[in-house]
């Protein structure tokens, strides 16, 4: 799972948020009556129990976990062990494309927050 399908939340054209099934949930439309109102139209799921941060923390997470992997496929070549070069490549390979990803979300986060505070009320 890449740090892009991680993030479980995205906004819909009509403005309404809505949260993506974890594996093992049942799919489908989150239905009305479990809807909060926030303010001008946004929607979000009562008791959805998934936080901006939670999002973001589980994002670090299998970004760390698929460089530990690539890591390891890395020692494991090294050391003889019946790991191939073009899978110890991929992996690695899949590690920095995830954590160029991140960073670009975090530039994105932090461009978002400065244009925020520059905003006049």
Do not use: C, W
């Amino acid at each position: 799972m890449s740090p892009l399908s991680s993030i479980n939340a995205y906004i819909r054209p009509n403005g309404l948020i809505q949260f993506l099934p974890q594996a093992g949930q049942a799919k489908g439309p989150i239905p009305a009556a479990e809807l909060n109102q926030i303010s001008d139209g946004v929607q979000v799921a009562k008791g959805a129990g998934t936080s901006f941060s939670d999002v973001l923390g589980k994002a670090v997470q299998e970004v760390s976990a698929k460089q530990s992997a690539a890591s390891e496929a890395v020692t494991g070549l090294i050391s003889g062990q019946n790991v191939s070069l073009h899978q110890a490549m991929i992996s690695m390979q899949e590690a920095n494309v995830s954590f160029q990803l991140m960073v670009e979300v975090r530039n994105k986060l932090l461009e978002s927050y400065q244009e925020l505070m520059r905003m006049s009320i």
